[in-house]
């Protein structure tokens, strides 16, 4: 393949995907006359990846170099970044600070580890522009392709070039790099971002915003202090290695991340309800078991509402599209409601451990703390949160058990209000999920 040939390569013709590559670097080379006529002459050698490159106009420094980058498989990529618009300049991050920049104003590569001064590629440069021409196809893999002093080209074409009609992101993924975003924000930001990633392991189950503040307190289990002191240690590095950082978030991507977030809440949902039936049946013991009556219940309830309405809010901030987010929010918002529309009951009616209970309805009636006659600003327990929420998503995944809390609205006093707000959204969901035949919509309400 001339150079012509070779300057000409779109993104269809390269092998851009990890696979692909894989493949590629690794592929017996098909012989051809010029390869196997000059297969022994010191002027040409092959790289890791498979290539064979003339060095015949390098000087002696020069292949020295070469040699050791095609050759060296212990160079490491840690991440990459773009800037620009029309002329884009690449920046491609080394293991050790190493930074090599092609592109726009930099016609010729320049690398930061002082070695390729006065006009002479140093290794590292040597190595990304094999790098770069390892997903080539076969056809010009099998060339022996011409390298240049100062790593301005390969076969005569400038390494940028390559990228530009390929893009950074194709490369990236093909030679399973990272693409950094060099416009996010400081350390700060960083940090951040990094305790909401890491609070998914966090072993007693605390949630992002919960761990960002996590006390350094000898009240915490041991696994707790000790995880924490690891995620000091893996925050260090990771705010100082942006290669660490992105791969992390390819490990714990968003979507492991709401799945994780979901299963805490849900267990604390499950868990807060169980607490209260423990009260019930034990009173304010000193077990060690969780214990909550009925008023400190309803205000862990209403604390987890207001977790999920506000994880929901940022979530679909950043994932405007994502309908797995309000599955998962309405989900464990109507969890609570059907827990809480069970309960309209005295809690405290057959107890049989000493004491005197609350007698008020406002202190031993969930439900009528929480929906009945609810304490606060009044406003529409879980109601409010659930308004919010796309339609079609909220009963089309739901239907079941929101006939079951209709029918336990429907047998307890509850306010019109109230009732009219959760048949508003339920109805209006039906008519969008389930139209009858003809084209016309469901004008029946769920009861």
């Known amino acids: 393949m001339s150079a012509e040939d070779f300057s000409k390569l779109s993104l269809g013709e390269m092998v851009t995907t990890r696979a692909g590559a894989a493949r590629a670097r690794t592929e017996p080379l098909q012989p051809n006359s010029s390869s196997s006529s000059s297969a022994s002459s010191p002027r040409l050698i092959e790289s890791t990846s498979g290539i064979k490159y003339n060095i015949a106009v390098l000087d002696d420094e020069a292949r020295r170099r070469a040699e050791l980058a095609l050759g060296d498989n212990e160079i490491k990529m840690k991440y990459c970044t773009q800037s620009g618009e029309e002329l884009k300049v690449y920046f491609f991050h080394i293991d050790d600070d190493i930074t090599v920049r092609m592109g726009a104003q ?10 390729n001064e006065g006009g002479v590629a140093c290794k590292h440069i040597y190595w990304i522009e094999d790098q770069l021409t390892s997903g080539a196809p076969q056809s010009i893999r099998s060339e022996n392709l011409q390298l240049a002093t100062d790593g301005a080209t390969v076969h005569n074409i400038q390494p940028a070039h390559m990228i530009d009609r390929m893009t950074l992101e ?3 993924e093909g030679l399973d790099w990272v693409l950094h975003d060099s416009t996010e924000s400081d350390d700060e930001d960083a940090e951040e971002d990094l305790a909401e990633l890491l609070s998914v392991f966090e072993p007693s189950g605390a949630l992002p915003t919960e761990f960002k503040s996590l006390p350094d307190s000898p009240t915490l289990s041991e696994r707790s202090r000790k995880y924490k ?36 809440i849900n267990d604390r949902i499950a868990r807060t309800f169980k607490a209260l039936d423990e009260y019930i ?83 031993n009636n969930l439900f009528t703390r929480l929906i009945e006659a609810p304490v606060g600003n009044g406003g529409l327990f879980v109601l409010d949160a659930l308004i919010a929420f796309p339609k079609d998503d909220v009963l089309r995944n739901h239907w079941e058990i929101l006939s079951k809390i209709d029918e336990n609205l429907s047998q307890s006093d509850t306010p019109p209000r109230f009732m009219s707000t959760f048949r508003a959204i339920t109805s209006e969901s039906r008519k969008r999920t389930f139209p009858e035949a003809g084209g016309s919509s469901a004008k029946r309400a769920m009861k």
């Not at 930099?106 to 070695?115: E, Y």
């Not at 690891?230 to 992390?248: I, M, W």
């Open 170 to 172: 194709r490369v990236v």
């Open 229 to 264: 002191e690891f995620s000091d240690v893996v925050s260090k590095y990771a705010t100082e290695n942006l290669g660490l950082l992105n791969r992390l978030h390819a490990i714990i991507d968003p979507a492991f991340q709401a799945h994780t977030f979901f299963d805490k």
């Open 106 to 115: 930099f016609n010729v590569p320049k690398c930061n580890c002082g070695a």
């Open 281 to 363: 049946e034990h009173g304010p013991t000193d077990t060690q078991a969780e214990s909550y009556d009925v008023v400190t219940c309803a205000a862990k309830l209403k604390d987890l509402e207001k977790m999920i309405e506000e994880y929901y809010k940022q979530e679909i901030e950043e994932n405007p599209g994502s309908k797995d987010i309000a599955i998962r929010a309405s989900a464990s918002l109507i969890s609570i409601l059907d827990g809480v529309s069970k309960r309209n009951y005295d809690a405290y009616a057959n107890i049989t451990w000493a004491g005197i209970p609350p007698m008020d309805p406002a202190q």
